[in-house]
């Protein structure tokens, strides 16, 4: 059964897929799905799915439950500007080989685990003071 489907997105595709030199048929229903260009089904110019997602998810910083609980508790707000600073001072401290760093960025504090570019905790300004910061090897203040 060779039906063609007019869906609009799905012809958006195929015409993107074949600019690109990309395209190869799949099953009898007549569908487009990008290649690699040895032929891989399911492959992006040799590169597998789980090889594209892991690296992806590896550039995103993450936050752990702590650290989204302490966001919520103590009202913090992470806007672009502040996510954009902070995920700079996360590249900065991996260059330099940090581990665990105390990244200060406005009136703000995130503990930050670089190698798995994870926030562990974050403060605002009044749980900063009198505070005692362990098992931290660098600091990184973004500005």
């Not at 590169?47 to 103590?74: N, P, V």
């Not at 991996?94 to 406005?106: E, F, P, Q």
């Not at 930050?112 to 990184?140: C, Q, Y």
């Given at each position: ?32 799905t ?7 089904s ?26 989204s ?23 900065e ?5 940090a ?5 200060l ?13 994870t ?25």
């Amino acid at each position: 059964m060779n039906a063609i489907n007019t869906n609009s997105n799905d012809i958006q595709s195929r015409i993107l897929a074949s600019r690109a030199g990309l395209t190869g048929r799949v099953g009898d229903i007549g569908v487009s799905t990008p290649v690699s260009k040895t032929g891989e089904s399911g492959a992006v110019h040799g590169k597998s799915f789980s090889d594209i997602l892991k690296s992806k998810t590896a550039e995103e910083l993450k936050f752990s439950s702590h650290a989204s609980s302490r966001l919520k508790s103590r009202n913090i707000e992470v806007t672009p500007d502040i996510m954009g600073k902070l995920e700079k001072a996360v590249t900065e401290a991996g260059n330099k080989g940090a581990r665990d760093s105390l990244i200060l960025v406005k009136d703000l504090a995130f503990i930050v685990n670089i190698p798995n570019k994870t926030v562990i905790t974050a403060m605002d300004g009044e749980s900063i003071r009198d505070n005692v910061f362990t098992n931290i090897d660098s600091t990184v203040i973004a500005s």
